[in-house]
């Protein structure tokens, strides 16, 4: 088979007419992709003016050469104007007409009809724009994408052959004046490699435009996933800050309500509104450990402890927490234990205990009076622990029930039913609880179809038998002399109300400057330090005291613990790490109170005496408790 320059011109043009054609409609598709619609009219240039130079004969030479070789320097600079658009430059469309209308303008000078003259001006106004296209290309390479380097050398290649033509064509001897195609095998070289690049530089853009798609997605990936990181530390953040600012009131509130109802002066009346008072306390207080609990679940921070949880203690005080509202509706509690159900399991009892108060709560406050709801536990074959929690009440329907365990979000029927609003946590912390303990939580149709049955298997394994250890006796309390710093006057308050009913000698401080030198007139048994304070704050005075305790070595070392609204294992840890010895999570009751004072070491330096009216009582020793072993805010004060 005989190729000649004229089968070569019609088969270039066959290929670029099908490849530009398809790069339209690439660029009527996507239209956000830049330079797609300038490489398809490259293309299409192409094809044209290669069917029209390959004519020459059998059309007018006005069309087969000078409009032909136009539509080709117009394919370049069209070429140049795609680089240049996909890479965000600006790229003027008159500078992609220049090559086309200087060729118009050559052919009005003397010689245009010879056939190297023609040869010089096209190579000069052809390879040119494709040496800068493929200089575009590489200027873009910093951005890493693979196919620009394919494509700087074919573009490059193709302008360096084309413009190889003007040396060649300058050491014609002779110049030919006329019409026809020349069919050497240089023009056939050039024409076999423009058939190659058009074919290779458009699968490698097709590549690069896949490319720039997929970097451009994954940066989009990693721009969310960057801003979700953010968003997340900001809500940690700010729940952290609420969670401090809001159990500073608290720790007002729950701490002189226990320091009021042990008041013997108070009238019967008074003690049950002071009474209500601390329930209502109780009850906001544990709406902020639910968001915060919730925003632990969702960040993927939450740590689960692992020891021996006595199922009867687990489900008796799940109960009896639920029992008062369940007989002022008139609602009966039962339970069903399956007879092989081992008496404690390995798990975290706090929050195996949440679950179970969530779903007990949920089922009381939904079961309308006189109602029923039953509390089953059992072991399933494979020693693992399920629960179920079965009411009668309205029951939930199946598409409502996509809504259950979702954050804040409560039963469009609940407000039609009268029954009472929530908060839309509980279940939403159950459901991130239990799939941290790697369990399943599902709710049903209770029997018959009446009412609702939630239930929770959890892979838990029976823990192994202990011989049960004798109940040792409350220790008693002895006198102690405390230093209370905080910039709060409440929070001063509720500690001196509450220790000094124990006829401990309280003192207090308003910042830590001040503590720092009442600290150096007389020291303390124990000093109760606010973290966040104006001037120096908490962190910083422990680190004074200890650095001054360290300057006179037989001095005795007291005691410092924490208290703060802020009780994440961070926080924890930056506690430790300035010398202090524990943690006591605001709002503090008597209870964590005497457990830190009980604690304390036995005094080795003559106490101050108590003020009158407080009498001390025995002394007794204990280590000093550890940061984990504060005992939890909001207990019920002692007797």
Not at 7 to 16: E, G, P, Y
Not at 586 to 594: D, E, G
């Amino acid at each position: 088979m005989h190729l000649d320059s004229t089968t070569l011109l019609l088969l270039s043009a066959l290929i670029s007419a099908l490849l530009g054609l398809v790069w339209l409609g690439l660029s009527l598709h996507r239209h956000r992709t830049v330079g797609l619609r300038e490489w398809g009219m490259a293309l299409l240039c192409v094809a044209v003016g290669t069917l029209l130079l390959g004519a020459r004969g059998v059309v007018p030479d006005l069309l087969s050469i000078d409009i032909g070789n136009l539509l080709i320097l117009l394919a370049g600079g069209f070429c140049w104007r795609g680089a240049r658009r996909f890479d965000g430059r600006p790229a003027p469309l008159w500078l992609a007409l220049l090559p086309g209308l200087l060729w118009l303008m050559a052919q009005r000078l003397p010689g245009s009809e010879l056939v190297e003259f023609r040869i010089l001006v096209t190579s000069v106004l052809s390879g040119i724009p494709l040496i800068a296209t493929a200089v575009e290309f590489w200027r873009g390479r910093p951005e890493g994408l693979a196919c620009r380097i394919l494509l700087t050398g074919a573009f490059g290649l193709h302008g360096g052959l084309i413009l190889l033509r003007i040396p060649l064509m300058l050491l014609q001897p002779e110049w030919t004046r006329t019409a026809v195609l020349p069919d050497n095998p240089w023009v056939k070289l050039i024409l076999l490699e423009s058939i190659l690049h058009g074919v290779g530089s458009s699968f490698a853009l097709l590549a690069l435009f896949r490319e720039r798609g997929e970097r451009q997605l994954l940066e989009a990936i990693s721009a969310s996933r960057d801003a979700a990181q953010q968003a997340s530390a900001a809500k940690s953040r700010f729940l952290a800050w609420m969670s401090h600012e809001m159990r500073t009131p608290l720790n007002g509130v729950l701490g002189l309500s226990q320091a009021l109802s042990e008041s013997r002066a108070l009238p019967l009346g008074a003690r049950e509104q002071v009474t209500v008072i601390t329930q209502a306390g109780q009850h906001l207080l544990a709406l902020v450990n639910d968001v915060l609990d919730l925003a632990l679940v969702e960040a993927g921070r939450l740590t689960l402890q692992s020891a021996p949880v006595p199922l009867s203690s687990l489900r008796e005080n799940a109960l009896a927490l639920v029992r008062p509202e369940a007989a002022q509706k008139g609602i009966r509690l039962r339970t069903e234990i399956a007879p092989d159900l081992p008496s404690a399991m390995l798990g975290d009892g706090r929050r195996l205990q949440q679950v179970l108060l969530n779903l007990l709560a949920n089922a009381v406050k939904f079961t309308p009076r006189g109602g029923e709801v039953l509390l089953a536990m059992q072991c399933w074959s494979d020693g693992s622990l399920r629960l179920a929690v079965t009411d009668t009440g309205p029951g939930i329907s199946a598409t409502q029930r996509a809504l259950l365990f979702r954050d804040f979000s409560r039963l469009p029927s609940a407000a039609r039913e009268g029954a009472p609003e929530g908060y839309g946590l509980g279940l939403a912390i159950c459901a991130g609880l239990v799939q941290a303990m790697h369990g399943t939580l599902g709710v049903e149709p209770g029997p018959e179809g009446r009412g609702s049955r939630f239930w929770v298997h959890l892979p838990l394994q029976a823990a192994p038998a202990e011989a049960p250890a004798a109940a040792a006796p409350p220790a008693a309390v002895p006198t102690r002399d405390v230093l209370v710093v905080d910039d709060v006057a409440v929070n001063r308050m509720v500690v001196q109300a509450l220790l000094q009913g124990g006829g401990h000698v309280v003192r207090q401080a308003a910042s830590g400057e001040a503590a720092l030198a009442m600290l150096a007139e007389r020291p303390s048994d124990l000093v109760l330090m606010d973290l966040q304070m104006p001037g120096i704050d908490g962190l910083d005075t422990a680190r004074r005291i200890r650095a001054q305790e360290a300057g006179r070595p037989d001095a005795p070392r007291m005691i410092i613990i924490a208290l703060t609204g802020e009780v994440s294992p961070q926080a924890q840890e930056a506690c430790r790490a300035a010398g202090m010895d524990g943690c006591l999570a605001k709002p503090v009751s008597r209870v964590s109170l005497q457990a830190v004072l009980r604690g304390l070491p036995a005094r080795n330096r003559a106490a101050p005496a108590p003020e009158a009216g407080r009498p001390g009582q025995p002394a007794g020793a204990a280590p000093p408790p550890r940061l984990d072993e504060s005992a939890p805010a909001g207990s019920a004060p002692a007797a």
